[in-house]
């Protein structure tokens, strides 16, 4: 397998990856503060984007890579402080075409590397892929141009790549920049965290997240329920519409309106879908939606009523299932338990059809003790 045909652990399978991304959507306040501090001539070393996975964390890193490298001049502080307003950069800028194609001397990228012996990516990020760092700070000085490094994510760096990129956040080299990015910054080093100066990205709405759908190719006209189901997440947006989620979650919520007495034979036909090696992919959703399902009507019982749906009807079934804060404890605590079965499930290759229907069953019980009749 050549370089060119290798998976990359920081693109997200049917979409573009985030460095060929046009426009960056919903994430102007952090845009904001970046460009802020540029502006300031407070350019740190080290920035953490946070936030959920597939909102948008990797498109900023990589707009802020090209604005850096097509923009900052030597010393990394803007000649005209106060003139950068947005982070767009023309497309036919060299750098910016240097860094679509992804081949510009003055970025390196730190990400999961490829296991030839195993076929496929590591689960983490290891000492291997940060070694050539040194390489490359000592190639990319040659021109005195700003550096920039990307850590995508870093929160799957292990401890010995960790404490690598550690001892480059604490001894920076002159013009360089890291960029890290980080679904879930709690599981950083703390020593990690205090030398980045934080960029929190939201979820997005309704509106962005249909704009970041259209310039990924994918089209919809159920962007409210999109945003609803993805928590805002375009890349969990892409998997619902890859697998056919928005029916498939529609599909739930009819089988729940009968509660406390589900359709034995909608259950039935739901469970023997996931059977099978070919449905692993189907299984894994199903899980991932009765979980949704079942966080959902934990809320509803503390916030009352959705204002967003899921699917048609889900906003009253939720009213009617978690009527007030006794009906949300047991729905969060059902949401506890069935997520922790699903995992032992799924690791101990159960079956699948047979793990459903437990999880419809459990969900009766509570039912037949909150259902508003």
């Known amino acids: 397998m050549s370089d060119e045909t290798l998976p990359e652990s920081d693109r997200l399978d049917g979409a573009p990856h985030p460095r060929t991304t046009p426009t960056l959507m919903g994430q102007d306040s952090a845009e904001r503060d970046f460009l802020a501090a540029y502006n300031a001539g407070r350019l740190h070393s080290g920035w953490l984007m946070t936030g959920p996975r597939g909102i948008g964390k990797a498109t900023l890193a990589w707009k802020i890579a090209t ?23 023309s497309p036919e800028n060299v750098d910016a075409r240097l860094v679509q ?7 390196f990228v730190v990400r999961r590397l490829y296991d030839e012996k195993a076929k496929r990516l590591r689960a983490e990020i290891t000492v291997d892929a940060v070694r050539g760092l040194k390489g490359f700070f000592q190639m990319s000085s040659t021109d005195g141009g700003h550096r920039v490094v990307i850590v995508d994510a870093a929160d799957e760096l292990n401890r010995s790549a960790a404490n690598a990129i550690l001892k480059e956040l604490e001894e920076p080299p002159a013009n360089t920049t890291l960029l890290l990015i980080a679904h879930q910054p709690s599981r950083l080093l703390p020593t990690i965290r205090s030398r980045c100066r934080e960029l929190r990205c939201t979820p997005l709405a309704a509106a962005p997240l249909a704009g970041a759908l259209e310039q990924a190719g994918f089209h919809t006209e159920a962007t409210e329920a999109l945003a609803t189901l993805s928590g805002g997440s375009a890349g969990d947006a892409i998997r619902l519409m890859g697998h056919d989620g928005l029916h498939l979650y529609g599909e739930i919520i009819k089988l729940m309106d009968g509660l406390p007495q589900a359709d034995r034979q909608v259950a039935l036909k739901l469970a023997e879908s996931c059977t099978g090696k070919q449905n692993d992919t189907r299984f894994a959703l199903v899980l991932d939606l009765m979980d949704l399902f079942l966080s959902r009507a934990a809320r509803a019982g503390l916030l009352g009523e959705p204002h967003a749906q899921g699917a048609a009807g889900e906003a009253r079934l939720l009213a009617r299932l978690a009527p007030d804060d006794r009906a949300a404890r ?12 699903a995992r032992h499930g799924r690791a101990v290759n159960l079956d699948p059809a047979a793990l459903i229907l437990d999880m419809v069953f459990r969900i009766e019980e509570v039912a037949r003790k909150t259902t508003v009749r």
């Open 330 to 341: 047991a729905w969060a605590q059902l949401q506890q338990d069935l997520s922790a079965r």
């Open 101 to 107: 194609s992804g081949a510009h001397p003055r970025l």
């Open 67 to 89: 604005f850096l490298l097509a923009e900052a001049p030597k010393g990394g502080l803007l000649a005209d402080p106060g003139a950068a307003q947005r982070l767009a950069i």
